[in-house]
């Protein structure tokens, strides 16, 4: 006489039980995110924010910009605080110039400029250039690229800039990204992700290389 041994709970469940759960799962879920999908219907230009201390805000926007090129729409860059250092991103896109108009407007970082007065001019030509895109049409998605900086420094004003933000054509995409978005531009955002360091390169001794950094 034999007898049925019982499977130790530290045992894996077979396989056809495994795959039967998880269809049970996966089609709970997707009844869940159709009717997201269905209730999610509405067509307009959005603004997208990144933020916070984490690395990749600055790739997160250039990696839209692209998108939005493979998608045949005209782009523009306006970037702030930044242009000292060439990038590999500018330096790819100006291949563009009739999909993505680039343009660098910032000096380097403020604690290399170390001049408030012409860091707040260069901010404001910078917005100009924003402003003009902002009027335009024409242009499907537009970055501002350390934008957040600009404002959280005070170099503009944050009433003003969110004024030209809700005054784009109805159908234009704006990214923004840097450190220390307001709470201001936060509330009218429609997308914000805050980018949260775990680990970074620098800490242990690795310098800024190009393709990964520059």
Known sequence: MTQDVPQSPSEPASDDGRNARHRTRMARK????DDKIAQAQRDCGVIVVTTG???GKSSSGFGMVVRAMGHGMKTGVVQFIKGAIPTGEE???????????????????????QDRTRDIAKA?????????????????????????IALKL??????TVIADLQ??????????????????????AHTV??????????????????????
């Not at 330096?91 to 400029?113: A, I, K, N, Q």
């Not at 005070?154 to 009433?159: A, E, F, I, R, T």
Request: glycine content about 8%; aromatic content about 10%.
């Open 30 to 33: 997707k009844e869940v995110i």
């Open 53 to 55: 201390n984490g690395k």
């Open 91 to 113: 330096t790819f896109l100006r291949r563009f110039p009739s999909e993505c108009e680039f343009f660098v407007m910032g000096e380097g970082y403020t604690w290399e400029t």
């Open 124 to 148: 404001e030509a910078a917005w100009e250039q924003a402003r003009r895109m902002l009027r335009d049409p024409s242009f499907g998605l537009v970055l501002f690229d350390e934008l957040n």
């Open 154 to 159: 005070g170099y503009l004003d944050v009433d």
């Open 167 to 188: 005054a784009r054509p109805e159908m234009q995409h704006v990214v923004i990204t840097g450190r220390g978005a307001p709470q201001a531009l936060i509330d009218v």
């Open 193 to 214: 992700t805050d980018m949260t360091p775990v680990k970074h390169a620098f800490a242990q001794g690795i310098r800024a290389q190009a393709g990964v950094e520059m």
